[in-house]
């Protein structure tokens, strides 16, 4: 038996065999092509297809690991768009007449050895995106999809480190654990094991060769220990621990069909987070109470173009269909600076965060939120539709979102096309809106508390700048009082308030939340039980405040 420590990034024992997972060594040869134009226009068209990827992969990353830990595929984005990246590749391809993939690898190469030599942590990983981008395009340009292959059976993933587009790639139901030699607990592989609830180690010291291949592993992410070939007697007792969290396991499945509900009889919404229409089986499956946040901005990111009215009412209204008359709650467009699609044409901004963004973007150019608006109000005769605006910080963008979506409403009632009733509700995600929320909660139905934005504004700290993680404090007391202070004011119109962003998971605050008068939860669909769970162990009668 062979015992390897590691760090762990998440608790739970894994038994299985071990499937490595090695980087594809490219052989990037150089040659000259016959004109450095055409070798520009591959790399131009490799870059747009990159592009395309990344969006797909953000789509799928955001359904696993929330909208926070996804954003990585949009700093690739971002990045693939850089004007000294595209500018360093066209300069190799024209100054000395080589083809696309090789002038590609040069420039990744280039750039990683100049972020590496910084002194400032978060641009030391800029140098892993740079490489990760680069083999991408590198993939496309050599016609190498770069797909990981994995047998049939679950097994224990072992390797040198994976990027976060391999993770996202990997078929989840054969994953057993994630043991990696390199990494960090922010790497996209530990914060997916973390959401998805699977055993992982890093830093683990140990040669990988071949003939580890298919070895009986042990993976105790408990106590951050790996053991290979493990004796009988680690066998059994791993063996059986195991069995002891596949009952707790199976606990929580039978909470499906429950209510949630506190013991002293406090009752809490508990819906799902979505991506796009492919995530409401996942919804569905883990008992979603209805849709809290569909993310629209999807439709729009995987199009090469506007998506059409009737293209986004098929979408809207197979999700309402679906849902069997429970709420599902769309957030309109969101896009802009952070989140990118191509055909919008918008400008590079200094700071993205604060620039033209979701509903700014939309009240800029009304004939795509008229679009959007007149699919969302045909989709509500299907089943129960709620329009969500994101961004809000004032009375006045509200009551003129108000004015455009009656004018829509009033046009398709004259065409003759049916309509259902739709509730109509905002975002809390600036400091501006809390302080306003008395004011904004007599213009709505309803306010869902974006916890992501709202922090990164509050406490001024980027959340995608993971050089500023011990500044971080997601249970900051400025943000809580802020969701009191929400909470106390949309009651006072009685309308209800839900929480939508990544805090809604945190089961840490589930009691705090609830006590502050919460009304919704909207979660990862995988979160669904885990908090439905601490909702029915609460009791909430003891007099005592928040």
């Known amino acids: 038996m062979q015992t390897y420590k590691g760090k762990s990034v998440y608790g739970g024992i894994a038994v299985g065999?071990?499937?490595?997972?090695?980087?594809?060594?490219?052989?990037?040869?150089?040659?000259?092509?016959?004109?450095?134009?055409?070798?520009?226009?591959?790399?131009?068209?490799?870059?747009?297809?990159?592009?395309?990827?990344?969006?797909?992969?953000?789509g799928r990353a955001v359904a696993e690991v929330g909208e926070t830990n996804a954003a990585i595929f949009e700093i690739h984005r971002m990045m693939l768009d850089d004007d000294d990246y595209i500018e360093a590749v066209h300069s190799i391809i024209s100054d000395q007449t080589v083809n696309a993939e090789y002038a590609a690898a040069v420039t990744a190469d280039n750039f990683a050895e100049m972020f590496s030599a910084m002194d400032d942590a978060y641009m030391k990983e800029r140098a892993a995106d740079v490489k990760d981008i680069s083999e991408r395009i590198i993939g496309i340009l050599t016609n190498?999809?770069?797909?990981?292959?994995?047998?049939?059976?679950?097994?224990?993933?072992?390797?040198?480190?994976?990027?976060?587009?391999?993770?996202?790639?990997?078929?989840k139901s054969l994953v057993l654990a994630f043991v990696t030699v390199h990494g960090s607990t922010n790497s996209h592989t530990a914060i997916l094991a973390r959401t998805m609830n699977i055993p992982a180690l890093i830093g683990v010291k140990l040669d990988i060769s071949d003939n580890l291949e298919g070895k009986t592993a042990v993976v105790d992410g408990f106590n951050g220990v790996m053991y290979i070939e493990p004796s009988d007697e680690c066998l059994r007792e791993a063996e059986c621990r195991l069995s002891e969290e596949k009952k707790k396991h199976s606990l929580l499945q039978k909470l499906k069909g429950k209510e949630n509900i506190t013991k002293d009889g406090k009752s809490v919404m508990l819906y799902a987070n979505i991506g796009n229409i492919k995530d409401l089986a996942y919804a569905k499956q883990n008992d979603a109470g209805g849709i809290g946040l569909f993310r629209s901005e999807f439709i729009y990111m995987e199009s090469v173009t506007y998506p059409t009215e009737e293209e986004q009412f098929r979408i809207y209204k197979k999700a309402a269909e679906s849902m069997s008359g429970k709420r599902v709650i769309v957030r309109t467009l969101d896009i802009g600076a952070d989140k990118q699609a191509d055909y919008f044409n918008l400008g590079k901004e200094e700071n993205p965060a604060l620039g033209l963004r979701a509903i700014r973007l939309c009240l800029k150019r009304p004939e795509i939120f008229r679009t959007q608006l007149r699919a969302l109000c045909r989709a509500s005769h299907y089943g129960k539709i709620a329009i969500m605006y994101p961004m809000i910080t004032s009375v006045g963008e509200v009551r003129k979102i108000k004015e455009?979506?009656?004018?829509?409403?009033?046009?398709?009632?004259?065409?003759?096309?049916?309509?259902?009733?739709?509730?109509?509700?905002?975002?809390?995600?600036?400091?501006?809106?809390?302080?306003?929320?008395?004011?904004?909660?007599?213009?709505?139905?309803?306010?869902?508390?974006?916890?992501?934005?709202?922090?990164?504004?509050?406490?001024?700290?980027?959340?995608?700048?993971?050089?500023?993680?011990?500044?971080?404090?997601?249970?900051?007391?400025?943000?809580?009082?802020?969701?009191?202070?929400?909470?106390?004011?949309?009651?006072?119109?009685?309308?209800?308030?839900?929480?939508?962003?990544?805090?809604?998971?945190?089961?840490?605050?589930?009691?705090?939340?609830?006590?502050?008068?919460?009304?919704?939860?909207?979660?990862?669909?995988?979160?669904?039980?885990?908090?439905?769970?601490?909702?029915?162990?609460?009791?909430?009668?003891?007099?005592?405040?928040?």
């Open 144 to 171: 190498s999809d770069g797909r990981i292959f994995m047998g049939g059976e679950p097994q224990i993933i072992l390797a040198d480190d994976l990027t976060p587009s391999e993770t996202v790639q990997l078929d």
């Open 17 to 58: 065999k071990i499937h490595i997972i090695k980087k594809k060594e490219r052989l990037i040869t150089q040659r000259r092509p016959k004109s450095a134009e055409e070798e520009i226009a591959r790399f131009e068209a490799a870059r747009t297809n990159a592009k395309e990827q990344l969006a797909e992969l953000y």
């Open 404 to 546: 455009i979506s009656a004018g829509v409403r009033a046009e398709l009632t004259a065409e003759g096309i049916p309509l259902g009733e739709t509730e109509e509700g905002i975002m809390i995600e600036t400091p501006a809106a809390v302080m306003i929320s008395d004011l904004l909660a007599k213009e709505v139905d309803f306010f869902s508390i974006g916890t992501n934005d709202l922090s990164q504004y509050t406490m001024a700290i980027d959340r995608q700048n993971q050089n500023l993680e011990e500044f971080f404090d997601p249970h900051h007391e400025a943000v809580m009082r802020m969701i009191e202070l929400v909470c106390k004011n949309a009651h006072a119109e009685n309308k209800w308030v839900g929480i939508c962003g990544e805090l809604g998971a945190d089961l840490e605050l589930t009691e705090r939340f609830l006590r502050m008068g919460i009304d919704e939860l909207s979660v990862s669909p995988s979160c669904i039980l885990p908090v439905r769970n601490r909702i029915r162990s609460l009791d909430l009668g003891d007099g005592r405040g928040v």
